[in-house]
């Protein structure tokens, strides 16, 4: 019974979080970010103690649910481990675990590492071993494509029945580096989890670690009974975290994720997922056989050479934010020498050192203005999102990338705070103007800019050319978008490393200009396609929990 009931949550939980970075119809309200709110690492960035307090005290009481039940990777990596047991088979004839001691060195030493490293302002280790965020960048560049891919596909298919219920929607890889490091991601984790459950998440993952060191303790533990275990050793061969030494009757509980399998796989009621008894402590509560002694001198020496190793990258990381005014190539062909952070971050500084590069922000943005970064913020800034204006502008009304963040990288703002916000400053090139090259009438930039900071002036043969006010504008990036000088924009928006208080505008500002705000108003519409692409999708996800079921035959 607990396992099913864990199963069910945890597809649940993954259905939701990844049909919430893929959904790109605002079929899911914004109130689901609250999914993302509760995964440990955004929580300790964003410093919400209320969640923090949650999950030590979950992990205290019932042992590591968190990773069984709350973080998508570790209900990933089940998934995954189900898939290469044989969905179907014979329970003999299925893929068989067995225990191994577990490779402290190699956890704590990661931990370690990733702790200090946040310390140091060196957020990129934590990105790419946090287990939300590593999952989210999978979601994010891998799975959101083909899930698009299908879209496109059903409205092919339906348009030729003169059927016009779908759309279709651009597909394009936003990062190739992202797109790589996702790759990779899904590829490594896959492949642990396939020939050996649960390794990633209690080796690599610094939470898993870190949650083991507080399930040691946990009140409601799965315990042995050595009156009713007879060492058949069938526990560990269902036990996907390999923690389960049989032959000693032992459970190493810093490893256990309370995944239940065990209980339904012992046939002589030995296991039980219960309190402490007041008798004598069992054999399966004692330390793990084999367990190094303690060596403090080892461990001061251990902890004093990562911090003393780690320095180095984060001296690193903070040479590459000095040199943020780095020559920068972009699509408008201009050098642009400082990175636009998006609306809320407060700039380069307070971004990088919250962000795990998750990339939620990036794939719900309506406008298309995010993008993964590679070297623009510095080394440890890698695949944080940043603004650029070659698929769109940043509508001027959206906050959708603030009110996502479950990080407080990019912090709230409310519509009025995002039209102050200035987060770049436009920058007019009159040689490169078609009104001066080629003595044609536009306009095209003024008539985009929500703030009027770009105008047009009389110029010359009746024509006029933009002027601009840099103190008024946002950096929207509207008037670099629409821009159609080629091969160079003649007006580009210059980044501020730290968002400024754009001054009010005496002319009233235009709220909303036409493509973006289509595009976004495209992005909040429910089609009626939307509901049942996402119904089949959450359908699918039930399906695949179901099968996660795997029944014993009766004892």
Not at 149 to 175: H, K, P
Not at 402 to 425: F, M, W, Y
Request: proline share 6%.
């Amino acid at each position: 019974m607990l396992r099913e009931l864990r199963i069910a949550v945890a597809v649940v939980m993954l259905s939701l979080v990844t049909f919430y970075f893929i959904d790109f119809a605002g079929l899911l309200p914004e109130g689901f970010s609250v999914l993302e709110h509760i995964q440990f690492v955004p929580a300790v960035l964003s410093l919400s103690t209320a969640v923090l307090v949650a999950l030590v005290a979950l992990t205290l009481l019932l042992g590591r649910l968190y990773c069984s039940v709350i973080c998508p990777m570790g209900i990933f990596q089940d998934v995954i481990a189900r898939i290469s047991r044989g969905l179907g088979k014979k329970p003999k004839k299925k893929k068989r675990y067995q225990y191994s001691p577990a490779r402290n060195i190699l956890r704590y030493t990661l931990l370690a590492a990733t702790v200090v490293a946040l310390v140091s302002g060196f957020t990129l280790l934590a990105s790419l071993l946090d287990p939300y965020a590593a999952y989210g960048r999978i979601a994010a560049n891998v799975f959101a494509p083909v899930y698009l891919a299908g879209n496109n596909l059903l409205e092919a298919l339906f348009t030729a029945m003169g059927n016009y219920t779908f759309y279709r929607m651009d597909i394009y890889v936003r990062s190739a580096f992202a797109l790589s490091i996702a790759l990779l991601t899904l590829l490594g984790v896959g492949y642990l989890a396939w020939k050996h459950g649960r390794t990633y998440c209690n080796t690599i993952c610094p939470v898993g670690t870190f949650l083991g060191l507080i399930s040691r303790f946990s009140w409601w533990k799965i315990r042995i009974d050595p009156a009713k275990c007879t060492h058949c050793g069938v526990c560990a061969t269902r036990c996907k975290a390999s923690c389960i030494d049989s032959r000693n009757q032992r459970i190493d509980y810093s490893r256990c994720v309370d995944c239940f399998d065990c209980l339904d796989a012992c046939r002589q009621d030995a296991l039980s997922f219960s309190a402490p008894k007041k008798a004598s402590v069992l054999p399966s509560e004692a330390a793990p056989a084999k367990a190094a002694p303690k060596d403090p001198s080892r461990r001061e020496f251990l902890a004093t050479t990562l911090a003393a190793t780690l320095t180095v990258p984060a001296l690193m990381a903070q040479g590459h934010g000095q040199q943020e005014r780095l020559r920068l190539r972009d699509g408008s062909g201009h050098t642009r020498q400082v990175p636009i952070s998006p609306p809320g971050s407060l700039g380069h500084e307070h971004l990088g050192q919250h962000c795990t590069a998750c990339h939620l922000c990036i794939s719900k943005c309506p406008s298309r203005v995010l993008k993964p970064a590679l070297l623009e913020y510095g080394l440890s800034g890698m695949m944080q999102p940043m603004m650029y204006f070659d698929k769109g502008f940043c509508n001027y009304d959206c906050t959708v990338c603030s009110d996502v963040c479950p990080n407080g990288a990019i912090l709230p703002l409310s519509v009025e705070e995002k039209h102050r916000t200035q987060v770049g400053r436009v920058v007019f090139v009159e040689d490169f103007c078609i009104v001066h090259t080629d003595g044609t009438s536009c306009g095209a930039c003024s008539e985009h800019c929500p703030t009027q900071a770009v105008s047009m002036i009389p110029y010359r043969d009746g024509l006029t050319i933009p002027h601009t006010n840099p103190q008024i504008c946002v950096g929207c990036g509207g008037c670099e978008y629409v821009c159609p000088a080629t091969p160079h924009k003649a007006i580009y928006v210059e980044g501020e490393a730290v968002h400024q208080e754009a001054l009010r505008s005496k002319i009233p500002a235009r709220m909303k200009s036409s493509s973006t705000a289509s595009d976004s108003d495209a992005a909040k519409k429910t089609p009626p396609f939307n509901v049942l692409n996402g119904s089949v999708f959450l359908l699918f996800l039930s399906s695949m929990g179901a099968s996660l079921t795997d029944r014993h035959p009766p004892r």
